[in-house]
């Protein structure tokens, strides 16, 4: 982790290169002095893509973690009654009379997927996913740390991607590097579309844009193209993880519309609150933009929104609005965006505005 923070990998996410940060991930007595032992669980999440999902530029893809209800809530609602019934259990046994936990579920800064190795739950994939040998990726990982002793499980010592490249090659940012030295994963944050569409805070690099597609939040290209989720991988009965209306299969031209009050209320418990509406509008003009550069005749309906967008109240927002109308070189849009260059305030956005009518 320090190598990889050292190179700028991590990007924006600062907390992660944080010295204090770095300390605790190599010492679990720094977030529970009084760990013992560690319970990993890992929770299946996988979900069918709906009818035409992700082959429709009108849709947007979510990333499959986020169509249900947020992950962190649920696990840890898990682990609260796992420690609940250790308790129990320790009591009974006469192994303590009370049982101190800390349950964890990806809020700090603590190494899931080693934990989950060293568990005998999978390996460390080329896709930096936890690779289960029967369930293969789609797994939440959530832990328990407990004052309690117990006897370890044998870790997983098998490394099965064996030569397979179909993740590092079908990610289309090349943000998947392969192995280092040590064998461990190394993945360019900056280019993974994950961080892109939720972690970056600002204008996602222009290079970038074009392999982003449809995908307004996450993505999963490295996991469906893993013939472990290939072969293994089973949708979830989990009630909470069922795909809601408003996360599958979004219809771009209808989240463009929305408010700040309309976000939050749409997306109340999911995952995809994150983003805030700043970011997640940034990515679907971003996927309109996308939409206009694949087809020869323009949707009027596209143009129109995007022509809306120029005067969206965040600067984010319109910067990419003027990239996704410089896709086309209609009369319509070019007059929209001189227009917008008359009236913008924004350096960043007038550059893009400069920039769109240059293309």
């Not at 893809?61 to 696990?75: F, I, K, T």
């Not at 323009?298 to 609005?321: F, I, K, Q, T």
């Not at 086309?328 to 917008?340: D, N």
Request: aromatic residues 8%.
């Amino acid at each position: 982790m320090r190598w990889w923070t050292a190179q700028g990998f991590h990007g924006e996410m600062g907390y992660l290169a944080r010295p204090d940060a770095l300390d605790r991930r190599g010492d679990l007595r720094l977030t529970f002095e009084h760990v013992r032992s560690v319970v990993v669980i890992t929770h299946g999440y996988f979900q069918e893509d709906p009818p035409g999902i992700p082959e429709d530029p009108a849709r947007g893809v979510v990333a499959r973690y986020a169509r249900g209800e947020d992950y962190h809530d649920v696990l840890k609602r898990q682990l609260q009654d796992l420690l609940v019934w250790i308790r129990e259990e320790a009591r009974e046994r006469g192994l303590a009379d009370d049982v101190r936990g800390f349950p964890y579920v990806d809020t700090g800064p603590i190494l899931e997927r080693e934990l989950g190795v060293k568990a005998g739950l999978g390996w460390f994939g080329k896709n930096t996913m936890l690779i289960h040998p029967k369930r293969g990726s789609y797994s939440f990982l959530g832990l328990l740390l407990l004052d309690l002793p117990l006897r370890p499980t044998a870790p997983f010592e098998a490394n099965r991607c064996g030569s397979c490249r179909a993740c590092l090659d079908a990610c289309p940012t090349g943000a998947l590097l392969g192995l280092d030295e040590d064998g461990a994963p190394v993945m360019d944050a900056r280019r993974c579309i994950s961080y892109l569409t939720i972690e970056l805070k600002g204008p996602i690099p222009e290079e970038l844009r074009p392999a982003i597609g449809n995908r307004i939040f996450g993505c999963d290209i490295c996991q469906e193209v893993c013939p472990w989720n290939q072969r293994f991988a089973r949708p979830s009965e989990e009630p909470a993880y069922q795909p809601g209306p408003d996360t599958n299969g979004l219809a771009l031209l209808d989240l463009l519309s929305f408010s700040e009050e309309e976000f939050a209320s749409r997306f109340s418990g999911s995952p995809i609150k994150r983003a805030k509406r700043r970011g997640l509008l940034r990515n679907v003009v971003v996927a309109l933009g996308n939409w206009l550069g694949s087809v020869e005749e323009p949707p009027e309906e596209v143009l129109s929104a995007l022509v809306a967008a120029l005067s969206d109240p965040e600067p984010l927002v319109r910067g990419h609005a003027a990239w996704g109308l410089g896709k086309v070189g209609s009369a319509s849009a070019i007059r929209a965006l001189a227009e917008r260059a008359e009236l913008e305030s924004d350096p960043w956005v007038s550059e893009e505005i400069a920039a769109a009518l240059g293309r």
